[in-house]
Nanobody, 127 residues
Framework: QVHLVESGGGLVQAGDSLRVSCAVS????????LAWFRQVPGKEREFVAC????????KYQDSVKGRFTIAVDNAENTVSLQMDSLKPEDTAVYYC????????????????????WGRGTQVTVSS
């Protein structure tokens, strides 16, 4: 069982930076991949970034490469998403998720792979 709680969302202007964080609790976290997804009303939840608990197999959605950075802090038991050069199209509810497994695979970019989810935090980027 893994428990996830997001924080740090808010309203920013285009070009600004924002960092969202996820407090992670549970056992054997080193056997999990952590990810950030986002969702806007009427659309499917989409993959943003993922990393193993040890900081390996980091992947990003093409639209956020070079702007977003995922980071796992093992000491604080958190996974964060630093978002720079934000665009209005980044507006969404951002969800933290955890999936059992640490192998490098495309499946970790699929929402169905993730068994545990936080409740989400709203990020709004105004133009």
């Amino acid at each position: 069982q893994v428990h996830l709680v997001e924080s740090g969302g808010g309203l920013v202007q285009a070009g600004d930076s924002l960092r969202v964080s996820c407090a992670v609790s549970g056992r054997t976290l080193d056997l999990y991949t952590l990810a950030w997804f986002r969702q806007v009303p009427g659309k499917e939840r989409e993959f943003v970034a993922c990393s193993t608990w040890s900081g390996e197999n980091i992947k990003y959605q093409d639209s956020v490469k070079g702007r977003f950075t995922i980071a796992v802090d093992n000491a604080e038991n958190t996974v964060s998403l630093q978002m720079d050069s934000l665009k209005p199209e980044d507006t969404a509810v951002y969800y933290c998720a955890a999936a059992p497994g640490v192998e490098e695979s495309f499946v970790y970019q699929q929402a169905w792979k993730y068994a545990y989810w936080g409740r989400g935090t709203q990020v709004t980027v105004s133009s």
